[in-house]
Every structure is written in C-alpha cells, then in structure tokens.
C-alpha cells in the first residue's frame, strides 16, 4: 500500500508554488501529460498552465514532461510549452523516469513526480524514492480502460485524501 501513496495531493498542478517546492528541496518537476497539464490527448494547452510553467521556469525551477504516450502526442506538446520531454516512458518502470534525470542532469532527491495516476505516476516515483504529488485527472471523454483504471484507482485516491497531512 504505501508503494501507492504519494508524498502530497492536491486538486490541481497549478496549486503547487515555486516556494513550496523549495521548502521541499526540490529543484525540478517531472510532469505527467495526459489529464495532469490537460484533458487526455488534447493538444490544446490550457492558460492557466501556460502561467503555470512559466511560473515555474522565471523561479528557475526545471521541468520534463515525461508521458507514457506517444512521441507524436508527448513531442508536439512540449513543443508548444518549450520545454524537454519523455515518450513512452513505461511509467511505473524507472527506465524513462532515469532517462529525465539524467536530461536534467538532477539527483532523484531534487525532484518530484506531479501526475494524476496512481498506479504509474505514484507507483513509479516510489519505485525509485522520488517525492510525488497526487493531482485529480482533468478528466473527460474517457476511454473503456482508463474508466477501468479509476475503477480500480478511486478507492485508493479516496483513502489517501483522508490523510490531510499530505494535502499541499
Ligand atoms: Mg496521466
């Protein structure tokens, strides 16, 4: 069980400020993509995480967008946000969460993992002893086995939101 608990949680990426990461000792963000920056697919970046990453970047705080989706889908989004990112990272596998590591050239220690899924977001930053951050999924046209995958996800999201000690 505790290999599914995140460090904190919280509704939305855009709560986390620069300060608190820093009280963290965290230098660098390694973002989740699908429904954590934006609906599942969509290409569109939304304002307010516009502001978000550029937020981030004038706090010098470091970002990677490490997804388990496709190059195409990962390579045209971080595109738009100018920022580096993973494909097919294999989350929970630590494979491509060492391979962002290494591109930011950043001990485990500064980062943190900022993703909407438990059992590759969470799992894979515990995995490796890598601070996470829990956020609720942007959430709309789901697919059948993403539906199944909150069948299984929501009675632990909903265990870990009773600890309020770990809410950001
Ligand atoms: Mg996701």
Redesign the pocket.
Known sequence: MSLLMPTFFTDKITDVSPSFLKTQGVTSILA?????LTY?KDPHVPEKILEFINLMKLNNIKIILISNNSKDRASKFAKKLNLPYISRAFKPVPFGINLALKKLNISKNEAIII???IF??ILGANLLGIKSILVD?FEKNQTAFLKLKRFFENPIRKKIKRDKSKKI
């Open positions: 989740d993509i699908d429904d954590t599942h993703g909407d899924q590759t977001d999924p």
